[in-house]
Nanobody, 124 residues
Framework: QVQLVESGGGLVQAGGSLRLSCAAS????????MSWFRQAPQKEREFIAS????????SYADSVKGRFTISRENAKNTVYLQMNSLKPEDTDVYYC?????????????????WGQGTQVTVSS
């Protein structure tokens, strides 16, 4: 079984930056893609960004394009989300997810493993 553990969340002022990490452990970890989602209370979990594990191709939601960068470090089984120019509307719980199927899009049903989430709060 694979476990995903997010870290790096916290409180930051608008305009600031945070870097989230998601470390995978467990059985041999070789996903097709890793992604970040976020969710506010009473709202649907929203796709943020994804990266293909082997090739490194990336995809972003329009709401974060140009501000957030997803990257991975295969040797450490870790994916990162660098978040710059943060806005109060970026306040959410952020989750990482792993897909073993050949998929790297926004549909949550295709992801096999999820982390427990890390809170990001952006003050105005």
């Amino acid at each position: 079984q694979v476990q995903l553990v997010e870290s790096g969340g916290g409180l930051v002022q608008a305009g600031g930056s945070l870097r989230l990490s998601c470390a995978a452990s467990g059985r041999t970890f070789s996903p097709y893609a890793m992604s970040w989602f976020r969710q506010a209370p009473q709202k649907e979990r929203e796709f943020i960004a994804s990266i293909i594990w082997s090739g490194g191709s990336t995809s972003y939601a329009d709401s974060v394009k140009g501000r957030f960068t997803i990257s991975r470090e295969n040797a450490k089984n870790t994916v990162y989300l660098q978040m710059n120019s943060l806005k109060p509307e970026d306040t959410d719980v952020y989750y990482c997810a792993a897909a073993h199927k050949r998929y790297w899009g926004p549909d949550k049903q295709f992801y096999d493993y999820w982390g427990q989430g890390t809170q990001v709060t952006v003050s105005s």
